[in-house]
């Protein structure tokens, strides 16, 4: 688009990859988000120093900030959003709700009332029935959330959900919703400009989530047909229009197996699922949100497209975690990073080899995103594609995405949000130990790789802890004898 | 010439692997009784070609803690050395380890108390996320080793429990 771009980044983010793709870079300070990518002060003042005429607040921390939008408008910059007022609306669940019921929405049943006596939250509770969702009024991406299964643990999990909220989003107000099972999560995502237009670019299926967490996304949903698509788009523009919303969002339903679907939230931010509307669209969903920023009007920018769904698409979502050992999240140095090219085959990435994945993060190393012309053809791609992908020095869940894309609940597209929690042994894999391939593999890999690595070893110093791979030097196992 | 001698660890038994050189890109590797004749070129990006038996496939390698993590076939494995001095982790040993680098965010146990073997002693938050450690072995709370607001690396003991 011709425009410069200025990263902002945190100590530990120096070397990430948004601050080696922008123009220019502006340290913020610090290392938790705390000090650095919560301090809507600090941004601003980047701005100021940078001169930059916009800022964009990507899809984590203040991206749904109402206070951070509105010190931006009032500072005469322009927010790549929606504007605060809408934010507002939108980005509390309770008012959401509240809205979404104004244009004649089913919501999820619920009491999204005053929830912070705990006496009041029981009785609420008992009368929801079990079952339910304890989730965090400001809450999104899973945080501040708990799937409560019977009475007795439901003032653990609110506890750790308002704790949660208060961290990530200091605010530990809660609201209880029925737990609606079977059900799929369909999501509409919408465009707005400032010119009171609003449309549907259509659906994504989010169902195969973990700790409440999407981790694989498609578009379409292999649920939802033409007759469907146009109900839900209908539903999801009339919401956001009655809130004036004017930029990239998404407006969330659970579809049950009947057909019917229910409000669950709207996100007034870009999504991490994006790529997947784009590549069955071919928009670029963070250039119109540009666009329409800088005033310009969606039926203008999108005159003569077609903009039903061409093909499929699928984004697999790469975490440092051992789903094999309960999503347990690793840090640590990566070591290796080998992500697949080929045609039809996007990699949105965030890490290289090197990089320390730190414990302030979530722990999202890159999304792998597929495009074909069907499903089937997808779901192929994307296990050709995981097989090709490498991330090495701490665990990944590659293999464990590798192994739902070759599921045949998921070949199939019988998805719902409870998928993985009704897998237990596809969650945990195969208990067999490594082939001999794989010692011959290390044992290759090892040898091949010595005499690069000696020369490495004498420029560098022998400080950090040994690894099984330096101990072996140390035996001077190579060549040596 | 033989390149390569190594002792592992797979499905707790003592596995010798060994490589030996037969020239050009040619190795002899042997996994426990078996033997392998490899053809191993090194790739650009790290990767290692490994022929065997007709079948190509490409191998990264990479140390992790104290395995090693090889990446064959579309696949990943953790392998752990054999290695003279470190004691075998022994199975529900009473010690509740930080399983990643975290905060301590509550202990919920204090010396002196009972704990059955799958009651939550810690809670961790790491990566926005909060997580519950379980005891592991059910015994008597022996010692709490950190204090709430501490942050912890990956393998610090943070409780001992005496066995029951």
Not at chain 1, 136 to 154: K, N, T, Y
Not at chain 2, 35 to 53: D, H, I, N, Q
Not at chain 2, 146 to 158: N, S
Request: glycine share 10%; net charge negative; aromatic share 4%.
């Amino acid at each position: 688009m011709g425009i410069e771009s200025v990263a902002i980044h945190s100590d530990p983010d120096a070397d990430a990859a948004h601050v080696r793709a922008a123009t220019q870079a502006f340290p913020l300070g610090g290392d938790s988000p705390g000090e650095s990518y919560l301090c809507g002060d600090r941004i601003l003042e980047a701005a100021k120093a940078t001169d930059a005429q916009a800022i964009h607040p990507g899809y984590g921390f203040l991206s749904e900030d109402v206070d951070f939008a509105r010190a931006v408008e009032d500072s005469g910059l322009t927010f790549i959003g929606p504007d605060s007022r809408s934010m507002a609306l939108m980005g509390s669940k309770r008012s959401a709700r509240e809205a979404a019921r104004s244009s004649n929405l089913s919501v999820v049943p619920g009491f999204d009332g005053d929830l912070r006596d705990d006496q009041v939250l029981v009785e609420e509770a008992d009368r929801i029935g079990f079952p339910l969702m304890v989730k965090a009024v400001a809450g999104g991406g899973g945080v501040g959330m708990r799937l409560v299964e019977q009475r007795a643990d439901l003032l653990d999990a609110v506890r750790a959900c308002r704790r949660e909220a208060l961290a990530a989003f200091a605010d530990d107000q809660l609201l209880l919703e029925k737990l609606v099972r079977p059900a799929r999560h369909v999501e509409i995502q919408v465009l707005g400009d400032r010119h009171g237009n609003v449309i549907s670019l259509g659906e994504r299926e989010c169902s195969i989530q973990r700790r409440h967490q999407k981790i694989i996304e498609e578009a379409p949903s292999p649920a939802v047909d033409a007759d469907l698509r146009r109900r839900m788009s209908e539903a999801a523009v009339a919401t956001a229009k009655s809130v004036g919303y004017r930029s990239a969002g998404t407006v969330e339903f659970l579809l049950d197996e009947k057909g019917a679907f229910y409000f669950l939230e709207m996100n007034t931010r870009l999504q991490v699922e994006h790529p997947v509307t784009e590549m069955v669209t071919g928009l670029d969903l963070v250039q119109l949100q540009i666009e329409v920023a800088a005033g310009a009007s969606i039926t203008d920018l999108l005159a003569g497209r077609n903009l039903e769904p061409r093909g499929h698409a699928i984004e697999a979502r790469i975490y440092a975690e051992s789903p094999e050992d309960g999503y347990l999240p690793g840090a640590g140095q990566l070591a290796q990073v080998v992500e697949p090219r080929g045609p039809g085959i996007r990699v949105d990435s965030g890490v290289h080899p090197g990089v320390e994945v730190s414990v302030y993060y979530d722990p999202l190393l890159a999304k792998l995103i597929v495009h074909a012309p069907d499903r089937h053809a997808a779901c192929r791609k994307m296990s050709a594609a995981l097989g090709r992908c490498a991330y090495l020095g701490i665990p990944t869940n590659v293999d464990f995405l590798h192994r739902i894309v070759q599921d045949s609940d998921f070949l199939a597209g019988h998805l719902r949000t409870d998928f993985l929690d009704r897998k237990p042994d596809l969650v945990r894999g195969s208990q067999e130990p490594p082939p001999d391939l794989a010692y011959v593999a290390a044992a290759l890999c090892q040898v091949l790789a010595e005499p690069h690595k000696q020369r490495q070893a004498d420029g560098e110093n022998r400080s950090r802890e040994p690894g099984p791979w330096r101990t072996l030097n140390g035996l001077r196992l190579w060549g040596g004898r | 010439m033989r390149v390569f001698q190594r002792d592992f660890h797979r499905a707790g038994q003592s596995l010798q692997v060994g490589v030996q050189h037969l020239g050009g890109d040619r190795y002899r590797v042997e996994v426990g009784g078996e033997a392998y004749e490899v053809s191993a070129t090194p790739m650009p990006g790290g990767a290692v070609r490994l022929l065997v038996g007709g079948e190509a496939f490409d191998a990264y390698c990479a140390s992790a803690g104290r395995t090693i993590q090889v990446r064959v076939d579309g696949r990943s494995w953790n392998l752990r050395p054999d290695e003279a001095g470190v004691a075998e982790p022994e199975a529900n040993n009473g010690l509740v380890e930080a399983p990643m680098t975290g905060t301590v965010l509550k202990v919920l146990v204090r010396p002196g108390e009972t704990v059955r073997a799958d009651q939550d002693v810690v809670l961790l938050t790491a990566m926005k996320m909060e997580h519950s450690l379980e005891a592991g072995a059910s015994g008597v709370v022996a010692k709490v080793e950190v204090e709430e607001g501490q942050t912890v690396e990956q393998g610090t003991i943070l409780v001992r429990i005496d066995r029951l």
